[in-house]
């Protein structure tokens, strides 16, 4: 029987190159996303590659998504293995400027939706008898607090939190909860975070901040949606069963932990 993943977050980006691999690895792959336009691209992307795939639209910050997401996937493929946290955003701001509607967008959003993706995907496992797969998105900033970054930092180091706790509770049921921590990639993201500091230092020159963070890797070169879907298909794969609780570090030799 074909395993089935749910990724969120994965109309583009890391997500989209983690939905891709597991869907070359053989599962059923439920695609979410919160923009319609892209979900429809991505979708007819996999299926011109053969995959069996679902588009669900939500927002993984309201608890009910989540849930509905999680029902949608039983509904279409009848069951749930993988359930990837993958959905987030970044904010770049000086620690003095920060506001109450940033701390409560980035926190609703990257934090709020791991905890209800979390809970979603569990009641499912917990319904189909246990064993289950939890992957969420950390990130080096789970693991390093950056500058002009305070905010994503703090939700990354949430989510890094959330990832241990709900693994000692969830073990009894043979559930494990993991996270991947990835490091500086050639991604939309990263070319707003790069806009957004080039506006706040006079000195800096559009791609300097992603110059200086990627040319501190170690091994040379900066990070491609594989190097990140390449730890996810490990993670999801019955070789995990006995990793559990763990901020794994993706990023090249960037962060020692």
């Given at each position: 029987?074909?395993?089935?993943?749910i990724?969120?977050?994965?109309?583009?980006?890391l997500?989209?190159?983690i939905?891709?691999r597991?869907a070359k690895?053989?599962?059923k792959?439920?695609l979410?996303?919160?923009?319609?336009?892209l979900?429809?691209?991505?979708k007819?992307?996999f299926?011109?590659s053969?995959y069996?795939?679902?588009t669900?639209?939500?927002?993984?910050?309201k608890?009910?998504d989540?849930f509905?997401?999680?029902?949608q996937a039983?509904?279409?493929?009848?069951?749930l293995?993988v359930?990837?946290n993958?959905?987030?955003i970044d904010?770049?701001t000086?620690?003095?400027?920060?506001?109450e509607q940033q701390?409560?967008?980035?926190?609703?959003?990257?934090?709020n939706g791991?905890?209800?993706g979390t809970q979603a995907?569990?009641?499912q496992f917990?319904?189909?008898?246990g064993?289950?797969k939890?992957i969420?998105?950390?990130s080096?900033?789970?693991?390093e607090?950056?500058?002009?970054?305070?905010?994503?930092?703090a939700t990354?180091?949430?989510?890094?939190a959330?990832?241990?706790?709900?693994a000692?509770e969830?073990?009894?049921h043979?559930?494990t909860?993991?996270?991947y921590c990835?490091?500086?990639?050639?991604t939309?993201?990263w070319?707003?975070i790069?806009?957004?500091?080039?506006k706040?230092d006079?000195?800096?020159q559009?791609g300097?901040a992603f110059k200086k963070f990627?040319g501190?890797?170690?091994?040379g070169?900066?990070?491609?949606?594989?190097?990140?879907?390449?730890?996810?298909?490990f993670?999801?794969?019955?070789?995990a069963d006995?990793?559990t609780g763990q901020?794994?570090?993706?990023?090249g030799g960037?962060?020692?932990?």
């Amino acid at each position: 029987m074909s395993k089935v993943a749910i990724v969120t977050g994965s109309a583009g980006g890391l997500g989209k190159g983690i939905a891709q691999r597991l869907a070359k690895d053989g599962f059923k792959v439920v695609l979410h996303d919160i923009n319609e336009e892209l979900l429809a691209s991505a979708k007819s992307e996999f299926e011109a590659s053969g995959y069996d795939v679902l588009t669900v639209k939500g927002d993984v910050s309201k608890r009910e998504d989540q849930f509905n997401l999680v029902q949608q996937a039983v509904e279409q493929f009848g069951r749930l293995d993988v359930f990837v946290n993958n959905a987030g955003i970044d904010a770049v701001t000086p620690f003095l400027e920060i506001d109450e509607q940033q701390l409560n967008k980035l926190f609703s959003i990257n934090v709020n939706g791991v905890v209800f993706g979390t809970q979603a995907a569990a009641e499912q496992f917990i319904k189909q008898g246990g064993k289950g797969k939890v992957i969420n998105a950390c990130s080096i900033a789970g693991h390093e607090a950056y500058e002009m970054l305070s905010t994503y930092s703090a939700t990354k180091h949430a989510v890094k939190a959330f990832t241990h706790a709900a693994a000692k509770e969830l073990a009894k049921h043979q559930i494990t909860v993991n996270a991947y921590c990835p490091g500086v990639a050639k991604t939309k993201m990263w070319d707003r975070i790069d806009e957004e500091m080039v506006k706040y230092d006079g000195n800096m020159q559009p791609g300097d901040a992603f110059k200086k963070f990627s040319g501190a890797i170690a091994l040379g070169r900066y990070q491609t949606p594989e190097d990140v879907a390449n730890l996810v298909s490990f993670l999801a794969s019955d070789d995990a069963d006995y990793i559990t609780g763990q901020a794994i570090l993706t990023d090249g030799g960037l962060v020692y932990r």
